[in-house]
């Protein structure tokens, strides 16, 4: 990994991106996006309805294509799965470039929510040459850890914070030596590590969001994680948080103790 703490290898991609991805899910609109750009983000996720983001990433692509790593892909429902081949072709065009650089198949909760037909026709994608690097987004960590080990796939996007720790047993062990790529979200978990859980002290800390993405590329097997601010002030925020490096040994111990008594009120959630 580069010296620079900002600054990653996405595993064996290659492909080279600052440590912030920005997702605009949540619309933060357009001016945030550009002001990223400009910051030298690099890594940019989007859904099919992120219309802001599509909207400017198909200015900057025509001329500065290379520049930029796109990361996208079908949706699992609980009842199947969008039609994966006709999501790429649309993508394709509402992003304005001829290839996508991370195809995922998004939003699988467990393996057999990724069938073998699906995995076959992501690599029939990524052998025509139309995507570059296909992967997942998945919350079933056991069957992350499968992948990995197995090598099977480039790009492991995986849910990672300082409430749930567990991939560091069940997931990061088995990454070498396929050393597929690992970009992290929930860096907040849903912004529950930004509020005070139930029985902590009224006086006691509580987490920044800067410190909760600090926390995820503090971990040397995560190269990435994904950010989606609401507005240009706390994407700001974020990219100055993380300008700042590794969390302190004392703040390490604390965001844990937090994130601890976060997942303890709110276990339901895987």
């Known amino acids: 990994m580069p010296s620079d703490f900002t600054q990653a290898i996405l595993g064996r991609t290659g492909l080279s991106v600052h440590r912030l991805g920005l997702s605009a899910t949540y619309r933060p609109g357009k001016q945030t996006i550009h002001r990223a750009i400009d910051a030298g ?92 690097f296909i992967g997942l987004s998945c919350h079933d960590r056991g069957f992350l850890g499968r992948l990995a080990a197995e090598g099977s796939t480039d790009v492991l ?24 790529a690992i970009v992290s979200y929930t860096a907040t978990r849903w912004t529950y590590l930004l509020r005070r859980p139930k029985h902590w002290p009224a006086d006691g800390q509580v987490p920044t969001a800067g410190m909760a993405y600090r926390f995820v590329l503090s971990h040397p097997s995560v190269h990435a994680v994904l950010t989606a601010p609401r507005n240009q002030r706390e994407f700001d925020e974020n990219l100055e948080a993380v300008s700042q490096g590794p969390l302190s040994e004392e703040d390490m111990v604390f965001i844990k103790r937090f994130g601890d008594a976060v997942h303890h009120t709110k276990r339901w959630f895987m």
Do not use: C
Not at 63 to 84: C, E, H, K, M
Not at 123 to 130: I, Q, T
């Open 41 to 132: 983000i690099n890594l940019f996720f989007g859904f099919g309805l992120d219309t802001q983001l599509t909207s400017a990433m198909r200015e900057v692509l025509r001329s500065r294509r290379d520049r930029f790593v796109i990361a996208t892909g079908p949706y699992n429902y609980l009842w199947g799965y969008q039609n994966i081949r006709r999501t790429l072709e649309k993508r394709l065009r509402q992003f304005g470039t001829d290839y996508i650089d991370l195809f995922l198949f998004l939003g699988v909760m467990k393996e057999d929510q990724f069938p073998t037909a699906a995995r076959e026709e992501m690599a029939r994608l990524r052998e025509e040459g139309k995507v570059r």
């Open 157 to 180: 996007m995986l849910r990672y914070n300082a409430a749930h720790r567990a991939a560091e047993q069940e997931i990061f062990p088995y990454l070498q030596p396929h050393n597929p």
